[in-house]
């Protein structure tokens, strides 16, 4: 049964960083590509970066260079460091797999205010 678990967010002000963690069970993390997706109260859920199982990363333009994605695939964990935070980051932000599963995680929420 595939399980994502995201955690690491919380309130910061702007400029402020966090780091996101998404514990993956269930299926082969290695062998899959990982995205991370966020979803702001009244918008849909949006594409934040992905990492392939290789490690070539990609971004939305929103967060090119202030947000970084990783992966451990010896712990099952997917990672986005969020730096230089923006009021507009705000939202829930949530991991899948690419292709996505179609169980998704409950997110872990992001609020960017001072």
């Known amino acids: 049964q595939v399980q994502l678990v995201e955690s690491g967010g919380g309130l910061v002000q702007p400029g402020g960083s966090l780091r996101l963690s998404c514990a993956a069970s269930?299926?082969?993390?290695?062998?899959?590509?990982m995205r991370w997706y966020r979803q702001a109260p009244g918008k849909e859920r949006e594409f934040v970066a992905h990492?392939?199982?290789?490690?070539?990363?990609t971004y939305a333009d929103s967060v090119k260079g202030r947000f970084t994605i990783s992966r451990d695939n010896a712990k099952n964990t997917l990672y986005l460091q969020m730096n230089t935070l923006k009021p507009e980051d705000t939202a829930r932000y949530y991991c899948?797999?690419?292709?996505?599963?179609?169980?998704w995680g409950r997110g872990t929420q992001v609020t960017v205010s001072s």
């Open positions: 269930g299926f082969a993390f290695s062998r899959f590509g």
């Open positions: 990492i392939a199982s290789g490690g070539y990363t």
């Open positions: 899948n797999a690419q292709p996505s599963f179609a169980s």
